[in-house]
């Protein structure tokens, strides 16, 4: 997290025929239209009535029209890939799909584009894009946690980083899902004109001017798709059996038989994170689960989680939830009256079909301290917390975002 302070500078000088003020939103045939909407709502209309400087919007296409989009309507960009020669910022909302090439043409206009000083930006699934163009190539970046091993693993040269909301690399910048593309919209505004633009536009968007928190609390427990039947899985699977043992990173690489620094490379490539905040996460997910539909004390919570102390729980909890144990234990509570007696609902994790035997019997544990199941109501906040997450006071740091020293 960086401190709420001035933007990093950005790379390189605007070219003169390029302006600060012009935004350009490249679009594709496929792609989703909330994602697509985000970037044209923030700097496509006109607020400033109510104090937000004003952005010129250039909304071009990135391949031929009409663009699909969902629910088979079709929209007709009024601009094409030369209108991206006059933008300052370049946003690329979404991507249709992972799995296949962006048109070579818009790769190239994103790259000539960078070169000239123009700030790139990819909400989402946008961040395939622009690694796609080489931009993210040795950089800090994020997109929605369940593509992040697949981005990582397509292009290991970028630093992927699952637990973020949105990375700011200076001239470069990505966001996780749907709602983080907003966080890092406004972040944008916020660099650009100050935090009383951001917050007045915020207050027209009816959302927080800054969130708490990252990822984290969205993560599930699936082993990543990427694993497949690689050896790994089997190491994976046996943490996930002994969640409630004290064990670390040293002994999962010497059950794969492989060093450490191998091993953290083998698991970041596969998975988008570090071995060490796997497990960290995964300890605090089955903590989240025993504080939901357990009596246990925190200290015992911490026990059988394989926390060294309750100390070490609460300061990852906190981290990682923006909450203490014993606080969400009681939001989660008020939500869930004690009146019903049925246990929390249980959501198995999805496996990919080839994965190894040993990683579905790591997926079939259940009971209360069962290691693969998860809640299937998302995290609440403690008062505290929620009135911070309102307000954007909660914490010194701007929550939710990495940004370049």
Partial sequence: MSQDSAAPEVA?????????EV???????????????????????????????????????GEEGP????????????????????????VVPAWRSITSPPPVEALDALRRAHEEGAR??????????????????GRPATTHWMYAPTLAKRYPSVHVDPRELFVDDGDVLTSAGTAAGIDLCLHIVRTDHGTEAAGALARRLVVPPRRSGGQERYLDRSLPEEIGSDPLAEVVSWALEHLHEQFDVETLAARAYMSRRTFDRRFRSLTGSAPLQWLITQRVLQAQRLLETSDYSVDEVAGRCGFRSPVA????????????????????????????????????????AQASPQA??????????????????????????????????????????????
Avoid: M, W
Avoid at 123 to 131: I, Q, R, W, Y
């Fill in 12 to 20: 390189r000088k605007l070219s003169g025929r390029r302006r600060r």
């Fill in 67 to 90: 663009l699909r989009t969902t629910g088979g309507l079709e929209l007709t960009a009024p601009y094409g890939l030369e209108a991206i020669g006059r933008a300052g910022t370049v």
């Fill in 360 to 405: 579905r019997r790591a997926a079939a544990a259940t009971g209360p301290s069962g290691p693969t199941a998860v809640s299937a109501a998302p995290p609440e906040l403690s008062k505290t917390s929620s009135e911070a997450y309102a307000t954007g006071h909660g914490r010194p740091s701007l929550p939710g975002q990495r940004s370049a020293p």
């Fill in 23 to 61: 935004v350009a939103v490249l679009l594709f045939s496929g792609g989703p239209i909330f994602e697509s909407s985000i970037p044209l709502s923030v700097f496509g209309i006109d607020r400033q009535d109510a104090g937000v400087p004003r952005y010129r919007l250039l909304v071009c296409g």
């Fill in 313 to 352: 729980l609460r300061g990852h909890f906190r981290r990682q939830l923006g909450s203490s144990p014993a606080a969400y234990r009681a939001a989660y509570r008020v939500r869930r009256p004690q009146s019903e007696s049925a246990p929390a609902p249980v959501v198995e994790p999805v496996l990919p």
């Fill in 120 to 137: 790139i930006v990819g909400l989402c699934t946008g961040a395939f894009v622009l690694a796609a163009a080489g931009l993210l190539d």
